[in-house]
């Protein structure tokens, strides 16, 4: 079946430090990966979309600058949160799927910042 | 403005007993998924419906694209069940961009 493998599952950074984060998909190639966060009493929010032979799409309010992600096959991704804050905190989802499917998730990394 | 409107937000059932969820969409959207949150975190899928109904044991789903809905039914809950049960749909544009309801905490109680 199709899994989605996510690590750390958790992770404690400093203030101002940078943490990467890798998403694996298992049994499937997947043609597109998406990258979510859950904040503290919210849902889930969409950082950018990463599909193969497009370049990644950023939602408003989320930044390559900020966020770089990188996507070299179809069954790897990894995204950094560069100088965390406070405000970065929760859990960062990686959905994997193909186009006009279902999307497959991860189990989070779990990003605390001190 | 939200795009998905998910309710209840909080919802205890007894063993046995059942209920359902549903999501309301603003737009016409061109299919849905379901999932359950663990105790682990993850999101475990349980439907995705571009129309019609599903059933998968004490779970049967609903999806009315042109009435912009869907429904997630669970009967005989068990204690199990408890969890937090979201439902998503694509994003205009992309199938596999989602856009996520704000969640339903269910807690089954003995």
């Known amino acids: 079946g199709a899994l989605v493998y996510q690590y750390p599952r958790r992770t404690i950074c400093k203030s101002g430090t940078s943490m990467r984060m890798e998403c694996q998909a298992v049994g499937f190639q997947a043609t597109s990966v998406a990258w979510y966060r859950q904040s503290p009493q919210k849902t889930f929010e969409l950082i950018a979309l990463s599909t193969v032979n497009s370049a990644i799409k950023y939602e408003q309010n989320f930044t390559q600058e900020k966020f770089p992600i990188s996507h070299p096959n179809l069954s790897f991704s990894s995204m950094t949160v560069l100088n965390a804050y406070l405000e970065d905190r929760g859990l960062y989802l990686c959905?994997?799927?193909?186009?006009?499917?279902?999307?497959?998730f991860g189990p989070g990394t779990r990003l605390t910042v001190l | 403005g939200d795009q998905v409107e998910q309710s209840p937000s909080a919802l205890s059932l007894h063993e046995g007993t059942g209920s359902a969820l549903r999501c309301n969409f603003t737009?016409?959207?061109?299919?849905v998924q379901w999932f359950r949150k663990n105790s682990r975190g993850s999101l475990i899928n349980l439907f995705y419906l571009a129309s019609g109904t599903k059933e998968n044991g004490r779970l049967k789903s609903a999806f009315d694209s042109k009435e912009r809905y869907s429904t997630l039914h669970i009967r005989d809950a068990q204690l199990e069940d408890s969890g937090t049960y979201f439902c998503a749909a694509p994003l205009s544009g992309s199938f596999n961009k989602l856009t996520f309801g704000a969640g339903t905490r269910l807690a089954v109680c003995p």
């Open positions: 959905g994997a799927g193909t186009d006009y499917a279902e999307q497959f």
């Open positions: 737009t016409t959207m061109r299919a």
